[in-house]
């Protein structure tokens, strides 16, 4: 039995992510498999990861994605938390939100209550 350690609730969505780099033109796209109010779960190939790890150059890997699913968004920070192996070309990336504003933050609340009805608590930290 695990007991459940995040503050938010994560929620299982299937749309498409811009991954963005500073150090590169090309863009990627990758799938948000899960979401919450604090961070992003992306499932990706290996290609994908080693791209992306070379492309930034600071600890802790932080780089800009764009949740498709709703583009108002915008280009929203993320740190690198778990890069989890699931085979030998797929992985999945845990992310957090960095520095997000009070209209993503609103933005996000309304995604995840257009999926489900989650009791969202209001003591965000700015």
């Known amino acids: 039995m695990s007991i459940e350690r995040r503050f938010y609730p994560r929620k299982d969505v299937n749309f498409s992510v811009s991954i963005v780099l500073k150090d590169s ?27 992306i790890l070379s ?36 992985f999945l990336l845990g992310l957090k939100f960095i520095n997000i504003t009070v209209g993503q933050l609103t933005s996000i609340e309304a995604l995840l209550s257009q999926q489900i ?8 930290p700015t």
């Open 55 to 90: 492309h930034t150059n600071h600890h802790p890997t932080q780089f800009q994605i764009i949740l498709n699913e709703d583009k108002k968004l915008g280009l929203m920070t993320v740190r690198v938390i778990v890069i989890r192996r699931i085979s030998q070309n797929d």
């Open 25 to 51: 033109e090309q863009q990627l796209t990758s799938t948000a498999i899960n979401i919450s109010l604090s961070g992003v779960q992306l499932s990706a190939d290996k290609a994908c990861v080693d791209f």
């Open 117 to 124: 009805n989650v009791v969202v608590k209001q003591n965000w």
